[in-house]
């Protein structure tokens, strides 16, 4: 068993922490990941009263120790739903995509309902930020993630951030982490845990459509392209320092690049788009993909993904230690 600061702050037995992917990381999903012995957050990104209603609930009934994963920016314009999803009193809050304002603002509230905070960032000015606000725990987040993020990578961020925390708080590493090989690297550079997303989408329990599992297991990592079409055609007012790595399709090849246009003719473009996804049409529809797609090669249970990944991280760790053996 690895044992970590995040394992020791959380009462969890694997530092494996399956990301809140909004429309993906349902009830079901979070609660598998918890019961095999990691971290499972409910993913309600834009609010939405019935999904959290359904979701969050089931999480909370399974219960152990489960969170929920809020976009801050989001649940500014909806009033009333931060109260609902603190109704249902989450072990684990998880914060993303807020200004400095909002970052403090949300930590303040969180930690007041008992919950750990922890608190997304993606270079180091927002994990000063984070930490000045009281974050339990940071997610590290590099480009190489799914769906949003900003332009740093992994590899170089991660440990950047670790000279500014200092050890004061757990940092988990998100974006480029899809097997044990990735959390052993994580550990080595000195984090306490992984987030993972698409390895998570690919699952059982996902409530990924079956068509975004089939591409899922059918593309390969170059087929993801980094995009502001769906958040444009969506009308979601995402702060353009961000982008969204999705796989490609006809949708992304038609309008990536094209956002003032897309945005001109969103009132004749998005009835077509909605119709498109609800029938499943992968050529139209958002699915959003990190760059570890050539490691995801088949849909498992959620349990076997976070035994999985701990075993083998376990087995690289031991191959590591006997480079150093005297």
Same mark, same amino acid.
């Given at each position: 068993?690895?044992?970590?600061?995040?394992?020791?702050?959380? /009462?969890?037995? $694997? =530092?494996? !922490?399956?990301?809140?992917?909004?429309?993906?990381?349902?009830? &079901? %999903?979070?609660?598998?990941?918890?019961?095999?012995?990691?971290?499972?957050?409910?993913?309600?990104?834009?609010?939405?009263?019935? +999904?959290?209603?359904? @979701?969050?609930? @089931?999480?909370?009934?399974?219960?152990?120790?489960?969170?929920?994963?809020?976009?801050?920016?989001? *649940?500014?314009?909806?009033?009333?739903?931060?109260?609902? !999803? %603190? /109704?249902?009193? =989450?072990?684990?809050?998880?914060?993303? *995509?807020?200004?400095?304002?909002?970052?403090?603002?949300? !930590?303040?509230?969180?930690?007041?309902?008992?919950?750990?905070?922890?608190?997304?960032? $993606?270079? #180091?000015?927002?994990?000063? #930020?984070?930490?000045?606000?009281?974050?339990? !725990?940071?997610?590290?987040?590099?480009?190489?993630?799914?769906? $949003? @993020?900003?332009?740093?990578?992994?590899? =170089?961020?991660?440990?950047?951030?670790?000279?500014?925390?200092?050890? #004061?708080?757990?940092?988990?590493?998100?974006?480029? +982490?899809?097997?044990?090989? /990735?959390?052993?690297?994580?550990?080595?550079?000195?984090?306490?845990?992984?987030?993972?997303?698409? &390895? *998570?989408?690919?699952?059982?329990?996902?409530?990924?459509?079956?068509? +975004?599992?089939?591409? %899922?297991?059918?593309?390969?990592?170059?087929? #993801?392209?980094?995009?502001?079409? +769906?958040?444009?055609?969506?009308?979601?007012?995402?702060?353009?320092?961000?982008?969204?790595?999705?796989?490609?399709?006809?949708?992304?090849?038609?309008?990536?690049?094209?956002?003032?246009?897309?945005?001109?003719?969103?009132?004749?473009?998005?009835?077509?788009?909605?119709?498109?996804?609800?029938?499943?049409?992968?050529?139209?529809?958002?699915? *959003?993909?990190?760059?570890?797609?050539?490691?995801?090669?088949?849909?498992?249970?959620?349990?076997?993904?976070?035994?999985?990944?701990?075993?083998?991280?376990?087995?690289?760790?031991? &191959?590591?230690?006997?480079?150093?053996?005297?």
């Amino acid at each position: 068993m690895i044992s970590t600061k995040l394992t020791e702050l959380l /009462g969890i037995d $694997h =530092p494996v !922490v399956s990301a809140p992917m909004g429309s993906v990381s349902g009830g &079901r %999903l979070a609660a598998a990941v918890t019961q095999a012995g990691g971290l499972g957050l409910v993913g309600v990104s834009y609010g939405d009263p019935t +999904f959290i209603d359904e @979701h969050v609930a @089931h999480a909370a009934e399974r219960g152990g120790v489960w969170g929920v994963g809020c976009v801050m920016f989001t *649940f500014d314009e909806r009033p009333g739903l931060w109260d609902k !999803v %603190l /109704g249902y009193a =989450p072990p684990v809050i998880a914060l993303s *995509f807020g200004d400095a304002a909002q970052v403090r603002r949300y !930590v303040e509230s969180a930690a007041r309902s008992g919950a750990q905070v922890v608190v997304q960032v $993606h270079d #180091t000015e927002q994990a000063a #930020t984070a930490l000045q606000a009281g974050a339990s !725990v940071l997610v590290v987040q590099g480009s190489e993630a799914g769906g $949003h @993020h900003k332009t740093q990578s992994t590899l =170089p961020l991660v440990p950047a951030v670790l000279d500014i925390t200092q050890g #004061t708080v757990p940092v988990v590493a998100a974006g480029g +982490f899809a097997d044990g090989r /990735g959390l052993a690297a994580a550990l080595a550079l000195g984090a306490d845990g992984v987030m993972m997303g698409t &390895r *998570f989408a690919a699952t059982e329990e996902s409530l990924a459509t079956t068509g +975004f599992k089939t591409t %899922l297991v059918s593309a390969s990592t170059t087929d #993801t392209v980094n995009t502001r079409a +769906f958040d444009v055609v969506r009308g979601i007012p995402w702060d353009t320092v961000y982008q969204a790595r999705s796989v490609g399709n006809d949708f992304t090849r038609t309008w990536t690049g094209r956002d003032a246009e897309l945005a001109a003719r969103r009132a004749d473009v998005e009835p077509e788009w909605v119709a498109a996804v609800a029938r499943d049409d992968t050529s139209q529809r958002a699915m *959003f993909a990190g760059e570890v797609l050539d490691l995801v090669q088949d849909i498992q249970p959620a349990a076997a993904v976070v035994r999985g990944t701990v075993a083998e991280a376990e087995a690289v760790l031991a &191959r590591l230690a006997t480079l150093t053996a005297s």
